[in-house]
């Protein structure tokens, strides 16, 4: 699996476009699977911190006992209103890794943006499988996708 680091190494450009499109809203929507194996979607806030992308989550909530039940997931970013001003959104898909030791999770929590909540909380490290950045070009839909095996490719639909 992929750190953010390997993206940035493999393809600053694109990692670049796909922070500016997370870091454009603070709400971005988290795919988890439930106990029956239906899609849930919920409400997330992503940091980018030490080279890795990481996800909060209340303690014992829906999202943060889906990861621990099967951590698979999808983190797609805001889109905003579209039009002239839109610059693309950025969705990943990975394995959520449930950070343990109170130590790095609170290394981590001070060193986001945003505000730790009070009590305990869950926090969870994606190792990432899959990074995908879309956008309008010209005219054009340009899609770029970036694996860890594949690298990143570039796709364009009229």
Same mark, same amino acid.
């Given at each position: 699996?992929?750190?953010?680091?390997?993206?940035?190494?493999?393809?600053?450009?694109?990692?670049?476009?796909?922070?500016?499109?997370?870091?454009?809203?603070?709400?971005?929507?988290?795919?988890?699977?439930?106990?029956?194996?239906?899609?849930?979607?919920?409400?997330?806030?992503?940091?980018?911190?030490?080279?890795?992308?990481? @996800?909060?989550?209340?303690?014992?909530?829906?999202?943060? @006992?889906?990861?621990?039940?099967? #951590?698979?997931?999808?983190?797609?970013?805001?889109?905003?209103?579209?039009?002239?001003?839109?610059?693309?959104?950025?969705?990943?898909?990975?394995?959520?890794?449930?950070?343990?030791? #109170?130590?790095?999770?609170?290394?981590?929590?001070?060193?986001?943006?945003?505000?730790?909540?009070?009590?305990?909380?869950?926090?969870?490290?994606?190792?990432?499988?899959?990074?995908?950045?879309?956008?309008?070009?010209?005219? $054009?839909?340009?899609?770029?996708?970036?694996?860890?095996?594949?690298?990143? $490719?570039?796709?364009?639909?009229?």
């Amino acid at each position: 699996m992929a750190t953010w680091s390997d993206v940035e190494a493999s393809a600053p450009q694109f990692a670049r476009r796909v922070k500016e499109s997370f870091d454009a809203y603070t709400n971005k929507t988290l795919a988890t699977l439930r106990r029956d194996g239906s899609p849930r979607i919920s409400g997330i806030e992503v940091e980018f911190v030490d080279g890795q992308l990481w @996800l909060g989550a209340m303690w014992r909530s829906r999202k943060a @006992l889906d990861l621990q039940r099967d #951590p698979r997931c999808a983190v797609h970013s805001g889109t905003g209103n579209g039009g002239e001003s839109w610059t693309g959104d950025a969705k990943f898909s990975g394995t959520a890794v449930e950070v343990t030791d #109170p130590v790095r999770h609170r290394e981590i929590s001070d060193a986001s943006a945003g505000e730790a909540p009070p009590g305990p909380s869950h926090l969870f490290c994606l190792d990432i499988d899959e990074v995908v950045h879309t956008r309008v070009e010209d005219n $054009r839909l340009v899609i770029e996708l970036w694996t860890e095996g594949g690298g990143l $490719r570039r796709m364009e639909r009229q």
